[in-house]
């Protein structure tokens, strides 16, 4: 079945440092959205890409999907301690799926 | 109006018990789904339900678990004769969604289920 793997599942930064997450897919993607979890919270949406090489922005936050639609990244510029939490990727579990295949995420975690 | 809301925000049982856990989703929505999520790890992917349509159920482990969703609103998690494998974070989530291509997902904020 269709796999989604992010790298890396840690990282430790210092504050002010950039950080980037990346996700692949083992299949093509229509779309993927981007979710992050605070500690003892719950995933909240954050971005979704659907066209091939798009690139979005959110303040600090870089999004990129992949030209093949199976790879995408989040960068974050001058990381701050509101950063912290669990970034998830994810993609539909197959084509016309309303399910989500999830990344096991990337913990991110900065140092002030 | 509100988010998504859970019931209880912890269970604890013992093992042998059966557990039901309760989820609203955002008025309106059509699809809900439900995730389980054991420490530290990804979102596992139960069941989702759409509109009238029957329930996707491939992701449920084991005929322990099953759901419902009455109305087409609040829906019920059971899960009978509990294992402590069993303990982890179950969150529900909704969408407005009709099309798979622009479905995001509001979470609730989970319940959290400990097995003894």
């Known amino acids: 079945g269709q796999q989604v793997m992010q790298i890396p599942q840690y990282q430790h930064v210092q504050e002010g440092e950039d950080f980037t997450t990346y996700c692949n897919s083992s299949?093509?993607?229509?779309?993927i959205q981007w979710y992050k979890q605070r500690p003892g919270g719950h995933p909240v949406f954050l971005i979704q890409?659907?066209?091939?090489?798009e690139v979005k922005k959110q303040k600090r936050l870089t999004f990129q999907f992949g030209e093949a639609k199976k790879n995408s990244s989040l960068h974050i510029t001058a990381t701050q301690t509101t950063d912290v939490g669990t970034y998830f990727c994810?993609?539909?579990?197959?084509?016309?799926?309303?399910?989500?295949?999830f990344g096991k995420g990337t913990k991110l975690s900065v140092i002030p | 109006g509100a988010g998504v809301s859970q019931s209880p925000s912890n269970k604890v049982t013992e093992k042998g018990k059966d557990v039901e856990l309760r989820c609203d989703p955002i008025s309106g929505h059509t699809a809900l789904y439900w995730y389980r999520q054991s420490l530290g790890q990804g979102l596992e992917f139960l069941i989702y339900f759409q509109g009238n349509s029957a329930p996707d159920k491939s992701g449920l482990p084991s005929d322990r678990f099953s759901a419902e969703r009455t109305g087409g609103s609040v829906s019920t998690l059971t899960i009978q004769r509990t294992q402590q494998e069993d303990s982890a974070v179950y969150l529900c989530a909704s969408s407005s969604s009709a099309s798979p291509t622009y479905n995001e997902q509001f979470f609730g904020p989970g319940t959290r289920l400990t097995v003894l």
């Open positions: 299949t093509t993607l229509s779309n």
């Open positions: 890409l659907v066209k091939s090489g």
């Open positions: 994810a993609g539909p579990a197959g084509a016309g799926s309303y399910q989500l295949t």
